[in-house]
């Protein structure tokens, strides 16, 4: 429950003296205080961005064994209680009054470790948010029932645990099975293992089978086991949290391995964060919130393929695992590995810059490791197949289908999910909307009901839809979905299985029988074996998407589907239909680093992220120009100018993909636009302080609709 804004307003003294933890008329008895220590420091369980900060509260005697630094605590806050977290306890309080006692302190598990309570602190100042914020994603919801497992004596007494560490640092050595091949590797796992805290970024070659990228993470984290250190690995999502978790097991004791996602359910996640929070276990794997697991004396943190958008957290602050990762390196001396199928500009940076070296394998290695890349779309494919360039499904991609199937599974990749995504009308060519909010129609299915144009925002249905343009009221496909594409492939190949994983149906792994397998980018299953060969339909879809990473990202999904399929010495092919000679020129020579490079230098030459930081102001026309301005004036004083573009006007809910800040809610400021304000790396220190300063006092005050203000989003350009 979050207190009355009006709590905040400087000019009411009564509302001000509960904002330092007192009350305005002190009373001369109270409880009895703790003889030692008798102040704690508490941050609150708010958004509120004027509330960001700690507060002092007395500590009653009856409360005093178990109020420590780090425990889950209640108090009265003007007049309400509120939850928060006790960071610290000092002899003395800077108030000048009598300080309002600590309410309850509801668990004595001190879940927030000084190390977690730095870093958020240091995430919200990156991105312009509230500490609060962080910790609501990195702290799980609390399951009372697992903490008595926690009680000394208990299952996860920290004091069994204290000299755990040196019975698991006599882990055997195992050799590495694919570090050797690849240039600095072994020179890398040599430095983890002798205690230090290199960092490197992995082009990863492989990935499927017992020599794949999962395999080379565990040994990374054996290493630094080894040398008596804690890791942390951060993957986008459970399918990639199983296989390193699997790999992880191999070269771990199981109870050494601790796994992070609220996808197991927070009873799950609870118990393995309270024995990551013990020293039960010195591993934490998981999803974007591991990245905060209180892992004890830190030596590794991994995040593989970066430049997955499951990686940004959805609520505020929007932070990036990899930034947070980044940050916690920094600050507890950690050693950092980036790796990936492909590169993205920001770890290219990274590696030019000389903040890390890269880790990739030698061009002869990479020849007998890798798949045959063909493109249908070259001058010799054009000769012998005009039509290819038209064609949804070339002549040389049904080839290589047909021959891929004799010898085991085949990957067809696409770019929508469902039957027909996209409709538009046969006379005119124009979209197909819905007449009640104006969102795109799709078909679901191929016949019956689900071949009933359906709005894909409202879900109401257009049986009898008609064209407001031209009156016609026959549909066209506009796009072919991945439901649309197997139906078409099964005829195509008759007699053999096809396979589809989108949408709500995502498949971890295939079996390595001959199928046709269908699958979204992003969605493409495992087969233990590899895939005889890959199809890599509507890459022109893929790079026409009216976002500054549309290349980049086209191209991260094409290594990540193409690393899936055997090598060329074993008759691996992909075959790719795309124009863009810059991405399909960098997946025809295998040289995800060189395409990241050129990405970045066209970046630095326009001055667009990464080669800035970027914030987005998202609000009313009126709030966002206030807050725009404030921003200038405090940045003025210093001499920082930021180059802005906007205000300009956003489309309505739906329309960009997000809903407005403020979407539905009476507005005072006019239509929603967006502000861009482009930051030099140099002052993005001085940029975001004052961010955060604008930001709580346009809270305090209340005089405008609030703005979101992001940092850093990839989907704003």
């Known amino acids: 429950m979050t207190p009355d804004r009006r709590a905040a307003a400087p000019e009411e003294p009564l509302q001000l003296s509960l904002l330092h933890g007192f009350p305005a008329s002190a009373a001369a008895a109270g409880p009895a205080l703790a003889a030692e220590l008798p102040v704690a420091r508490v941050l609150l369980e708010s958004s509120l961005p004027h509330l960001d900060r700690p507060f002092d509260y007395s500590v009653p005697a009856d409360l005093d064994a178990v109020a420590r630094p780090g425990v889950r605590v209640k108090v009265k806050f003007s007049g309400q209680e509120l939850g928060g977290y006790l960071l610290e306890r000092t002899a003395a309080s800077d108030a000048g009054h009598p300080l309002v006692p600590l309410f309850k302190v509801v668990s004595p598990v001190p879940v927030l470790t000084p190390a977690v309570a730095e870093l958020a602190g240091r995430v919200a100042a990156r991105y312009a948010g509230t500490v609060s914020d962080v ?146 276990a010195g591993v934490a794997v998981g999803t974007r919130s591991a990245a905060y697991a209180p892992v004890r004396n830190l030596g590794l943190v991994v995040c593989w393929d970066d430049g997955d958008d499951l990686h940004i957290e959805q609520r505020s602050p929007y932070a990036h695992a990899r930034e947070v990762l980044l940050l916690r390196a920094a600050h507890e001396s950690a050693a950092c590995l980036l790796a990936g199928h492909a590169r993205s500009t920001e770890t290219q940076r990274l590696v030019e810059s000389g903040w890390a070296r890269p880790v990739e394998a030698e061009r002869s290695v990479m020849r007998r490791s890798v798949p045959r890349v063909q493109n249908t779309a070259d001058s010799f494919e054009q000769e012998r197949d005009p039509l290819a360039r038209i064609a949804r499904l070339p002549g040389a991609a049904w080839r290589a289908a047909k021959e891929g199937l004799e010898r085991g599974p085949v990957l067809v990749q696409v770019a929508r999910a469902g039957y027909a995504p996209s409709l ?79 949408g709500d149906r995502v498949l971890a792994t295939v079996p390595d029988s001959k199928a046709l397998v269908v699958a979204t980018v992003g969605a493409e299953p495992v087969a233990a074996g590899g895939y005889a060969a890959a199809l890599l339909l509507d890459g022109d879809s893929l790079l026409r998407r009216e976002n500054l990473r549309a290349g980049e990202d086209a191209v991260r999904r094409w290594f990540n589907a193409a690393a899936l399929v055997r090598s060329a010495a074993e008759g691996g092919l992909v075959v790719v239909t795309a124009e863009d000679t810059a991405g399909v020129g960098a997946l025809l020579r295998w040289d995800p680093a060189g395409y990241a490079g050129r990405e970045l230098a066209l970046r630095q030459e326009l001055s667009l992220p990464p080669a800035v930081r970027i914030a987005s102001v998202t609000g009313g026309r009126t709030a966002v120009g206030h807050f725009t301005q404030a921003v200038e004036r405090a940045l003025a004083k210093q001499g920082i100018v930021l180059r802005q573009a906007g205000p300009a006007p956003l489309p309505g809910v739906g329309g960009s993909g997000t809903a407005s800040p403020a979407a539905g809610a009476e507005r005072r400021g006019g239509e929603d636009v967006r502000t861009l304000l482009f930051i030099p790396y140099a002052e993005a220190t001085e940029a975001t302080k004052a961010m955060r300063a604008v930001k709580a006092a346009a809270a305090a005050k209340r005089t405008d609709d609030p703005v979101q203000l992001r940092l850093d989003g990839v989907d704003v350009l």
């Open 424 to 502: 538009a009308c046969e006379r005119c060519r124009e979209a197909a909307r819905c007449t009640a909010c104006n969102g795109p129609l799709a078909i679901s299915g191929p016949a019956g009901s689900a071949a009933v144009p359906v709005c894909r925002w409202c879900s109401a249905a257009a049986p009898d839809w008609h064209c407001v343009h031209c009156n016609g009221v026959r549909l066209r496909r506009g796009a072919t979905g991945a439901l649309r594409t197997a139906e078409e492939l099964g005829r195509a190949f008759p007699g053999k299985p096809v396979v589809t994983s989108s």
């Open 135 to 280: 910790l609501r994603v990195a702290i799980p919801p609390r399951m009372a029932k697992m903490e008595k497992d926690y009680a000394p004596g208990g299952l996860l007494d920290p004091a069994l645990f204290a000299a755990g560490d040196d019975a698991r640092a006599e882990l055997p050595a195992a050799p590495p099975s694919g570090w050797a091949e690849y240039h600095n590797g072994p020179a890398f796992l040599q430095h983890l293992g002798a205690g230090e805290s290199p960092r490197a970024v992995l082009s990863a070659l492989q990935g499927f089978g017992p020599g794949g990228w999962p395999r080379m993470v565990a040994e990374a984290v054996a290493a630094v086991r080894r040398s008596d250190r804690g890791a942390v690995v951060v993957v986008p999502d459970y399918r990639d949290l199983d296989r390193v978790e699997a790999a992880l097991l191999e070269h771990l004791p199981a109870g050494d391995v601790a796994r992070l996602t609220a996808d197991d359910g927070q009873t799950p996640r609870y118990r393995n964060f309270l024995r990551v929070l013990s020293g039960a």
